[in-house]
């Protein structure tokens, strides 16, 4: 159901994570959300680092606000974003660790250090809730401080499962169990925040692109469109957005650059049961947008075009982002077009300077195209300073 993009020409937003202010230092380290809030000093930095990241966001003009992803812990190129959901499932193992299942980059680059420092725990026994993940609660924090809607994203299961290693014989080798019992807990806990009033809620990076890119059997597909489907069932209520991009360990492009997402656009488009549609696409040049010219016109989903980098420190200006807007509107109507960036700022992303005027670039490059359009344009404060 479309409510925060709905009767919205050419709506802005970014990913989800957001550079931390330094003076946040605090981590989860495993512990219940509810916990943590519990200590006091905890408990101020995080409230206070998402008011600073709403107020970023708010004064770049953005129509859809993230919460930074605060609640994930500040480690090595991101781990806390795979390992949320999985440090607080029962069935895992308490001290046993492994690296990160099947990911190789060459010995002095920096994607190796990444994935060297991954450590995991293992799948010991069939796996259950052991601590709640609270979204909810996570999310209201950030919502209360705003009038503008809150987008709220998570990992998908399957990609959650990749880097477990299972030593059990409750799961097959294959993982699809594990995937499954993994989406169960994830919707269990997304159908507590759309029912607390979230109106976007993000499942990020289903593997369907990559492995339908890498020539994965039909099968296979299937059962990640209805994996996804199951983890999203009962969200009808809401927005629901799947983000896919060409990976962000340490703002790195973690496939072979020629790969594409052309041999699964039919399957984001029309298979998964989602509203939005968000490609990485300011870093490789707009190459799908041809692909989506077929469906001009007739767009199942709306889709989320990456107009700014999350991998380039230079600020694109509002003059480039405008004239990639235009762009992307040859192939795809302007009711449909969502304005994001390409994947998150955070996580040892760009700094928290130029992810404000990344953002704001955004926003005024839309204004310029509204304009054009005799759409509405918004207030971008950081430009009236």
Known sequence: MLIATKDRILPTTVTGSWPR???FQGNLHERPFSSAMADVTYREQFVDAVGSVLNDQELAGLDILTNGD???DADIGGRSWFSYPSERFSGTSEFDTESTFGWRYPVGSWLNEIV?????????????VRAPLEFAKIWRIAQARTE??????????????????IKTDAYAQDKQDLMWDIAGILNAELRELAAAGCDVIQIEEPAIHSAAAYGAPAEYLDFLVDLFNHTVEGLEDCEVWVHTCWGNPGAQHCFDPQISYEPSVDIYLNRLNADVWTIESKENNHSLLPALKPYKGSLPKKVAVGMISHRRLQVETPEDVAADIRTALEYIDAEKLVLSSDCGFGRQGVPRPIALYKAAALAQGANIVRGELGAEQKEVRAAAL
């Open 21 to 23: 202010p330094s003076w």
């Open 70 to 72: 605060y609640h994930l």
């Open 148 to 165: 503008l809607p809150v987008k709220f994203g998570t990992i998908s299961a399957d990609l959650s499962a990749s880097v477990l290693t």
């Open 116 to 128: 060297g420092g991954w450590k995991y725990h293992t799948v010991d026994d069939k796996i259950g």
